[in-house]
C-alpha cells in the first residue's frame, strides 16, 4: 500500500535559521512526487514536481530533493512569509494520476 | 488559485439532508478531482473524473456520488449528509491524468451538525 510520512509535524524557526522538512514514502513504482504548501484557510499551493533520484529543483529559499524513499524541503534562510503547512504527495504508476498526501509539516517562522 | 471556484465556501446543514458542492474551472483541464481535508488524515481522494460524464471512485467514496456534464463543471453530492461528513473539500484540476501536478480550489468548509 501506497504511504506517505512527513516529519516534523511541527517546527518552529527564527528567522534566518535554515532547516529541512521530510518526506518519506513507500510505492510500488514512483511516477512523480510532488510539494505543496498551504496557508490556512486557503488550498494546496503547488511547488515542485521530482520525478527520479538525485533530482533537485529549487525557487527562491526553497530547495526540494528527492532519493528513492524519500524527499526533503530544505528552507534556506527564511522569512515570517515562509510559515505555512508543506504537504508532500506521491503518484504511483500502478494508481493513474491519484496522489496520495501526507499529513503536513506546519513550518512557523519567527521574527 | 489557477481559475478554479467552489461555492458555497461555506455551509451548515442538518443531518440527512442532500448537500451539493460545486467546483468550476475556467482552465480546460480535462481532469477534476474532489477530495476531503480532515486532522490527522491528510487530504484523500473522493472522486475524479477523467472526462465529460467518465467518473471513478476514490479512497473515501462512500456517501458520495459526483457529476460532470460539462468540462468546466464538476458537482460532488452527499445524498444524506452524516456529521462524520463533516470537513473541508477541496476541488482540484489537471491538464491530463498523467505526471501532471494538480492545481487546488480554495475550498469549501461543510458542517454537517
Known amino acids: 500500500e501506497d504511504q506517505v510520512t512527513q516529519s516534523p509535524e511541527a517546527l518552529r524557526l527564527q528567522e534566518g535559521e535554515s532547516s529541512s522538512l521530510n518526506c518519506s514514502y513507500t510505492?510500488?513504482?514512483?511516477?512523480?512526487l510532488f510539494w505543496y504548501r498551504q496557508d490556512p484557510g486557503k488550498g494546496p499551493e503547488f511547488l515542485f514536481t521530482l520525478y527520479s533520484a538525485g533530482e533537485e529543483k529549487e525557487k527562491e529559499r526553497l530547495k526540494a530533493t528527492l532519493t528513492k524513499k524519500e524527499s526533503f524541503l530544505h528552507i534556506t534562510a527564511p522569512k515570517p512569509e515562509d510559515s505555512a503547512t508543506y504537504l508532500c504527495?506521491?503518484?504511483?504508476?500502478?494508481?493513474?494520476?491519484?496522489?496520495?498526501f501526507g499529513q503536513g509539516t506546519e513550518l512557523s517562522v519567527k521574527p | 488559485d489557477a481559475g478554479i471556484t467552489q461555492s458555497p465556501r461555506h455551509k451548515v446543514t442538518e443531518t440527512g439532508t442532500p448537500v451539493t458542492l460545486r467546483c468550476h474551472q475556467t482552465e480546460n483541464h480535462r481532469y477534476m478531482y474532489w477530495y476531503r481535508q480532515d486532522p490527522g488524515h491528510g487530504l484523500r481522494l473522493i472522486h475524479y473524473s477523467y472526462g465529460v460524464k467518465d467518473t471513478d471512485k476514490g479512497e473515501v467514496s462512500d456517501g458520495y456520488s459526483v457529476s460532470r456534464s460539462k468540462t468546466e463543471d464538476f458537482l460532488l453530492t452527499l445524498e444524506s449528509a452524516t456529521s462524520s461528513q463533516t470537513s473541508v473539500y477541496f476541488c482540484?484540476?489537471?491538464?491530463?491524468?498523467?505526471?501532471?501536478?494538480?492545481?487546488f480550489g480554495p475550498g469549501t468548509r461543510l458542517t454537517v451538525l
Open positions: 510505492v510500488s513504482g514512483l511516477r512523480g
Open positions: 482540484a484540476i489537471s491538464p491530463a491524468g498523467g505526471i501532471n501536478e494538480q492545481f
Open positions: 504527495a506521491v503518484q504511483d504508476h500502478n494508481q493513474g494520476g491519484k496522489l496520495i
